[in-house]
């Protein structure tokens, strides 16, 4: 396809996401997630079904550093950093419960997940880490700025890399298109708006949906052009931004 429409950090909300797809146009944009499909939100469980459901009839979906912390709580249920305000896995574990477990400790919600949900898990632990299009390059973090190619970027640095990435040029062609660091840590202005650098090879996507004052940002790119357009869903409603890259 000609063009793509990005999907960054979505976090449990099922209705912004419900509300952003109605500007994706399936027949002449290739939908992309970067990750972050869990935690925090309420509707973790309808995200990744959803998600799963688009990605069976075409869509790209990466993995995030949530989904890699699920997995991890998975193997060690009574790791409690994941259960924190910080991380908000409590609120993917109680969507994915069901009252017939009668799961009384971590234990027993973690078997029962992986009982009910064998499936599920099993299509989050094969989430690729990349995805590259035309000269863009997708990822959950970011890469390695010293690496010439960007798919050498060690795996945890593509899930996890922040600051690094963030205020460094980096050496490989393509524009990176990633979520991970809410945008309104980015922009000077502090808002949840699309973060583009200096340098203009990287593109910020996520706007900081769970945060106060935050937004759920959607982006459209077509090959061979420096236009773009953004689709935001701010306090239940759609703003629609284009603009330009700077070449």
Same mark, same amino acid.
């Given at each position: 396809?000609?063009?793509?429409?990005?999907?960054?950090?979505i976090?449990?909300h099922?209705?912004?996401l419900?509300?952003?797809?109605?500007?994706?146009?399936?027949?002449?944009? =290739?939908?992309? &997630?970067?990750?972050?499909?869990? +935690?925090?939100g @309420? $509707?973790?469980?309808?995200?990744?079904?959803?998600?799963?459901l688009?990605?069976?009839?075409?869509?790209?979906?990466?993995?995030?550093n949530?989904?890699?912390l699920?997995?991890?709580?998975?193997?060690?249920?009574?790791?409690?950093h994941?259960?924190?305000?910080n991380i908000?896995g409590?609120?993917?574990?109680?969507?994915l419960?069901r009252?017939?477990?009668?799961a009384?400790?971590?234990?027993?919600?973690?078997?029962?997940?992986?009982?009910?949900?064998?499936?599920?898990l099993?299509?989050?632990?094969?989430l690729p880490?990349?995805?590259?299009?035309? =000269?863009?390059? &997708?990822v959950?973090?970011?890469? +390695?700025?010293? @690496? $010439?190619?960007?798919?050498?970027t060690?795996?945890?640095?593509?899930?996890?890399?922040?600051?690094?990435?963030?205020?460094?040029?980096?050496?490989?062609?393509?524009?990176?298109?990633?979520?991970?660091?809410?945008?309104?840590?980015?922009?000077?202005?502090?808002?949840?708006?699309?973060?583009?650098?200096?340098?203009?090879?990287?593109?910020?996507?996520?706007?900081?949906?769970?945060?106060?004052?935050?937004?759920?940002?959607?982006?459209?790119l077509?090959?061979?052009?420096?236009?773009?357009?953004?689709?935001?869903?701010?306090?239940?409603?759609?703003?629609?931004?284009?603009?330009?890259?700077?070449k």
């Amino acid at each position: 396809m000609e063009k793509v429409f990005v999907v960054a950090d979505i976090h449990g909300h099922y209705g912004k996401l419900e509300k952003l797809l109605t500007c994706w146009r399936p027949e002449e944009e =290739q939908l992309i &997630f970067l990750g972050d499909y869990i +935690d925090r939100g @309420q $509707e973790s469980l309808a995200v990744l079904q959803k998600v799963k459901l688009l990605t069976e009839q075409g869509a790209i979906a990466l993995t995030g550093n949530h989904e890699q912390l699920f997995l991890r709580w998975l193997t060690d249920p009574d790791w409690a950093h994941y259960l924190g305000n910080n991380i908000g896995g409590m609120a993917t574990l109680t969507s994915l419960q069901r009252p017939e477990w009668r799961a009384n400790t971590n234990e027993e919600i973690a078997q029962g997940i992986i009982k009910h949900y064998a499936d599920l898990l099993q299509w989050i632990k094969a989430l690729p880490l990349f995805y590259q299009w035309n =000269q863009y390059f &997708f990822v959950h973090g970011g890469v +390695d700025p010293e @690496q $010439e190619d960007a798919t050498q970027t060690e795996p945890r640095d593509l899930i996890w890399i922040r600051e690094k990435f963030h205020h460094t040029p980096h050496k490989a062609k393509e524009t990176v298109v990633f979520g991970h660091t809410p945008t309104p840590y980015l922009n000077e202005s502090g808002t949840g708006e699309l973060w583009i650098s200096p340098c203009g090879k990287k593109i910020g996507l996520d706007g900081g949906v769970v945060m106060q004052g935050g937004q759920f940002n959607g982006l459209v790119l077509t090959k061979g052009s420096d236009e773009i357009t953004v689709y935001s869903v701010v306090e239940e409603q759609i703003k629609t931004v284009t603009k330009k890259l700077a070449k």
